[in-house]
């Protein structure tokens, strides 16, 4: 079973996948949803028999494979997971079946925002929307063999690869299948996301003749992009601080961060509900994955510079993203903003150096893709019965759909970190991790968790109660389907609240191997109180 190459075939199955439906008639719509969401079952089931194997005390990383790809240039298909990597993709094959199950006909919506209805002046625009079914969900299993990748790669390189490819379905899923603005959404996303990854291929091929040096200059004395390799390295600190930025750069922008975040309140907006929770719920992990991983093992001294920069910015995400979510008319903005938010405590675990703090980001990439993804369905659901985002145009929905308001009011909540729900875990986690070194960073950081109770009920509030208005009289609740897309999430946000401990023990030992690599140790208190900076971890 550990010789079977588990990663290339659970890539190469929603790629042959998303090729197959190119066999299937154009008119058999009903036909290609099937089969999508079978492949992503196929790809969902497999994920969960390859992590069944996963041993959390044995080697860092599991269920390798390496072959040469481009000798040449001393690059590798190598993929290989840890802890985090694993939790990560087990989260993207979870959402991907639930996103093709709630957004059944969203191919036909083409977003399903301010659009006008079927008729004289919808006539064209469903007709292209028709044409499109296969292209949206053969973008969807595209999108998921990528997300897959990025998380399984090894090798440096392939990982670039990667990272650029997931641009390509994302950009056509917002440009052809999203709001009246698509197309300005669109190439805003692509313009960012290549500027950053500009910036990361320029480091990623200098780290190439950095390690063909010898090993009395720091070198490896042989060109190699494997990450396992490179991490030994010795990187003079000038060009390791270069390094360092090349890639974070690119990181922050993925995440997205203050202030290169302003691209996705735009693709939020104009994007398909659905197709949004992989782009929030998954893609920006790649950003925060990437710091974890990278920034912090390839440059460590480089990352103990850049951490009060990266720890003042991190802290303005979180006051900065909550603000604005406070005052948008617009649900998905809303949302969007509120990752925004979630994401800079994500980053200050990260960098706040200790095992709670990073323990927490990495189990808030896991919750955030949860509850995030939660609350985007349902306001996906929403918008395809009221054809509008617009948080003006909803009240008093709990009247007609209680079991929509019941699932939008456990999402809220998940949000806003409510004790007994999964966010609660991890939010508490970095905080802590982060107060424990970073009184500063940690005290402002907790002003998010109220304005995050405000800008949640206030959409609560506004959405579901009140009087009843006229435009929701007659609004059917949930389907059988869209029960059946939402509820798993809903039960995973619950039982993760209770019981965390599983995920935890599988991402702790992949934090022990950063923390040794930066050579970081939890503070301890000593006898007096005070905080010895060499403790050792509790």
Known sequence: MSDFPWLSVLIALPLVGAVGLSAIPRERETLVKQFSLG????????????????????????????????????????LGVDGVALVLILLSVILVPLVMLASWGEADRSGGVDVPPRGEAGRS?????QRSVKTYFALLLSLEAAMIGVFAATDVFLFYVFFEAMLIPVYFIIGYFGGPQR?????????????????????????????????????????????????KMNIDPTTAKWLFLGFFVAFAIKAPMVPVHTWLPDAAQQSPPGALVLIVGVLDKVGTYGMLRFCLELFPGAAKWATPVVLGFAVLSI?????????????????????????????LGIFAMT?????????????????????????????????????SDFGGVQKVAPVLAGMFLIAGLSALSLPGLSTFVSEFLVIVGTFSRYEWAGALAVSGVVLAAIY?????????????????????????????AIAPIIAIIVAMGFFPQPVLHVINPSVDHTLARVGEHDPAPDITGNVAENGARP
Do not use: C
């Open 39 to 78: 492949v992503s079952l196929l790809v969902a089931a497999l994920t969960g028999v390859m992590a069944a194997g996963f041993e959390a005390g044995g080697p860092r990383f599991q269920f390798t494979e390496k072959y040469w790809w481009i000798k040449e240039f001393g690059v590798h298909w190598a």
């Open 125 to 129: 625009h469903g007709g292209e929307a």
């Open 183 to 231: 197309s300005y959404a669109a190439v805003k996303f692509l313009l960012y996301s290549l500027f950053g990854g500009l910036l990361m291929l320029v480091a990623v091929i200098w780290l190439f003749p950095l390690s063909s040096r010898s090993v009395d200059e720091g070198g490896l004395g042989r060109g190699t992009f494997m990450f396992d390799e490179l991490s």
């Open 319 to 347: 006051i900065y993203g909550a603000i604005l979510a406070i005052g948008q008319v617009d649900m998905k903005r809303l949302i969007a903003y509120t990752s925004v938010s979630h994401f800079g405590f994500i980053v």
């Open 355 to 391: 095992s709670q703090g990073q323990s927490g980001a990495a189990l808030y990439m896991v919750n955030h893709g949860f509850s995030t993804g939660a609350l985007f369905l349902v306001v996906g659901f929403m918008i395809v019965r009221r054809r509008s985002a617009r948080i």
């Open 456 to 484: 949640v009920l206030w959409m609560y509030q506004r959405t579901m109660g009140g009087p009843k208005a006229p435009a929701v009289e007659g609004m059917k609740d949930l389907s059988a389907r869209e029960k059946w």
